[in-house]
């Protein structure tokens, strides 16, 4: 079981920038991937980027590359989401996620067997 609580989310302007932490408690040590997710109202669910958990390999979405920045501190087991340059188009509310299974860097929700509650992250312009 691994129990995952994201913080950090808020209110800022177009530019800004603000940075999401997810935390993980239980059976940390089955993390092999952990990956943020955003959901905007009437949207779909879509994957936002992905770090593997003792290799630290990345992956984003094309829209963020560039932009996004994820990172994790293992000793803390907190995974967090660097946002800076944010654009309206980014609001959204943001869940990490934790993937249990040793496949790989996934984009899809599918993967991924644990998720926070979710934080959310509101861009004004």
């Known amino acids: 079981q691994v129990q995952l609580v994201e913080s950090g989310g808020g209110l800022v302007q177009a530019g800004g920038s603000l940075r999401l932490s997810c935390a993980a408690s239980?059976?940390?040590?089955?993390?092999?991937?952990m990956g943020w997710f955003r959901q905007a109202p009437g949207k779909e669910r879509e994957f936002v980027a992905v770090?593997?958990?003792?290799?630290?390999?990345?992956y984003y979405l094309d829209s963020v590359r560039g932009r996004f920045t994820v990172s994790r501190d293992l000793a803390k087991n907190t995974v967090y989401l660097q946002m800076d340059s944010l654009k309206p188009a980014d609001t959204a509310l943001y869940y990490c996620?934790?993937?249990?299974?040793?496949?790989?860097?996934?984009?899809?929700?599918?993967?991924?067997?644990?998720w926070g509650q979710g934080t959310q992250v509101t861009i004004s312009s």
């Open positions: 239980g059976r940390t040590s089955t993390i092999y991937d």
């Open positions: 770090i593997n958990w003792s290799g630290g390999n990345t």
């Open positions: 996620a934790a993937d249990v299974k040793n496949g790989g860097l996934s984009t899809s929700g599918r993967a991924y067997a644990y």
